[in-house]
Structure formats: C-alpha cells, structure tokens
C-alpha cells in the first residue's frame, strides 16, 4: 500500500493507499430513519440552538457543494492511488465504527436521515480527518497508524466530525461570511438568485478549508462524545486521544491540531461532561468487534 507523502490540493484533503486504482465510494446504507428523538439527557442541555447565520444559508446548496468537493478529493486521491479500496481493513474498520453510531445522528439533525452518508480512508501522513456537510467522511491514514488509535478513539474522533456537520457548523461561518460579504440588506436575496446567489457558490469553494471558531470546536467535542458513547464506545477515549494529540503536537503540530485546538483545558472540558455520558455508555450495547490500528510495520534486514 503507497502512502502519498504529500496531501491532494484541498487542505483537509486525505485518503489511505490502496494497490487498485478503483475508486471507492462508500453509501452507508440507512442511517435510521425512523431513530427516537434524542431524549433531555446526556449532554443535550449544555447545546444551544443553530445559529441564526446559518439560516441564511440554504442547506441544500451546501451539502450539495459538499458533495461536490468530496468526489473531486475522491478522483484526486485515486489518481494517485492513494485511495483505499473497500476491502482494505481500516476501511472495513471506519466504516463498521461509522455504521454504530449514524443511527444516532438524526436526533440531532433531521437532515440526517437523508444524507447519503460516504465514509472513504486516503493514504497520507497527515493526522487529520473530517465530516463535511451532507455526511462526507473522511480519515487520514496517518492519523490512525501514528497514533495506534483504539476504535473508542476513532469514535471520538468520528463522532466529533459528524457533530460538526450535523451542528451546521460550515453553515453557520458560510453564514457569517455571506453577512460580511454582502451585507444585511441582501441577505435576503440568497434565498434567490442573482448576484447574492453567485456569492454563495463561490464561498462553497471554502469548505475543505473552513476553521471553525473554538465554540464550534467544544460544542463538537461535547455532542461527539453522546454519539460514541450512545454507540458503544468508551468516551473515556477522549481523555486518550487528546494526550496522544499533545504528545504528537511536541515536534512538529499536525494539520489537525491547526484547526482543533487541545490542551489541558480541553481534556479538563471533557473530562467534566463524562457523567453525563458514562450512563449511556454504561446502557448502549457494544460492538460485537474490535478491529484495531493499522498492522506494525515489519522490520526486514
């Protein structure tokens, strides 16, 4: 398996390496449709309402730049080969732990239960990964070998993208943007066509590069942690993964801590929502099993 040494042109482009060219677009079938609304406990209460910015912005244009973007990062990746084909076993492994926990995105977004959810793995060192809007996936290979992640913190990281699409976050600063750009007294005209509209679709081209506000970032945190835990997994994980991200912050900062600012404040945020979480935990029912971090490389000679 090759792994690029460097990533597509996108910022938060990634894929894993695999030997056939193919691309690989993973449909998650039906996240659940019919999912029980998400019941006043967990962390539920500490989240506020969507931004009133993002309602400035229709969803549908977004995901549907989203899924624009995603396909052509996809045909870039596999030109390089450096897209994992659906039988490599971290792209099993993403998209098993994926499966878990969309069934449970839907409380918290009813758009969910429509996206056509991709979950797609792109061969490079980075430690990075990412969910765009409309439920577009994505992991870096580097972030799960350099890091040896367990699947409890590969949830946590999943669940904190999902979160962010699933909070309208890029709709929110697509939002902000357009109310900068524009002004108010347009704002209503990008419901529409004309000028106004051609600003937004230009702002779609900002997706893959889109830094989301430290808010942002806990509020990802925090829902993230309900989603993995309601899935199964332990959310003690956070706790883990963010002192790996330090450890690994030490030399040279990874791509992902540019735009997921950690620390001890951080871990301490995280380790204050734990009961709240640790009850559904305690309740959810667990994978049936655990995959694990890439092989060791063997050593030859």
């Given at each position: 398996m090759r792994?690029?040494?460097?990533?597509p042109s996108c910022l938060l482009c990634w894929h894993c390496a695999g030997p056939s060219r193919r691309r690989f677009v993973g449909l998650l079938a039906g996240a659940a449709v019919g999912a029980p609304a998400l019941a006043q406990d967990g962390v539920r209460p500490d989240v506020g309402r969507t931004s009133q910015f993002a309602k400035l912005v229709p969803a549908e244009q977004v995901e549907a730049a989203a899924a624009q973007q995603y396909q052509q990062m996809l045909r870039e990746a596999a030109q390089q080969k450096a897209l994992g084909p659906a039988e490599h076993p971290q792209v099993v492994r993403l998209r098993a732990i994926a499966q878990r926990i969309i069934p449970f995105a839907p409380a918290w977004s009813t758009r969910a239960a429509q996206w056509k959810w991709e979950v797609n793995l792109i061969g490079s060192r980075e430690l990075n990964a990412f969910c765009m809007p409309g439920g577009k996936i994505a992991f870096y290979y580097g972030i799960l070998k350099q890091l040896r992640l367990s699947d409890d913190e590969?949830?946590?990281?999943?669940?904190?993208?999902?979160?962010?699409?699933?909070?309208?976050?890029?709709?929110?600063?697509?939002?902000?943007?357009?109310?900068?750009?524009?002004?108010?007294?347009?704002?209503?005209a990008l419901l529409g066509l004309g000028d106004a509209g051609n600003a937004l679709l230009d702002m779609g081209g900002q997706l893959l590069t889109l830094k989301f506000s430290r808010e942002d970032e806990?509020?990802?945190?925090?829902?993230?942690?309900?989603?993995?835990?309601?899935?199964?997994?332990?959310p003690h994980a956070?706790?883990?993964?963010?002192?790996?991200?330090?450890?690994?912050n030490k030399n040279a900062p990874p791509q992902f801590m540019s735009t997921h600012p950690s620390g001890p404040t951080r871990i301490a945020d995280i380790q204050a929502k734990l009961p709240k979480v640790l009850p559904l935990y305690a309740k959810a029912e667990r994978p049936g099993r655990f995959y694990g971090p890439p092989a060791e490389d063997k050593k030859t000679g």
């Open positions: 792994v690029v040494e460097s990533p590969v949830a946590t990281i999943m669940g904190h993208e999902m979160a962010h699409a699933l909070r309208e976050h890029a709709r929110e600063r697509m939002g902000k943007t357009a109310a900068t750009r524009i002004g108010a007294g347009l704002l209503s806990s509020e990802a945190d925090i829902v993230g942690m309900e989603l993995a835990a309601r899935a199964g997994y332990d956070g706790v883990s993964l963010w002192n790996k991200m330090i450890e690994a």
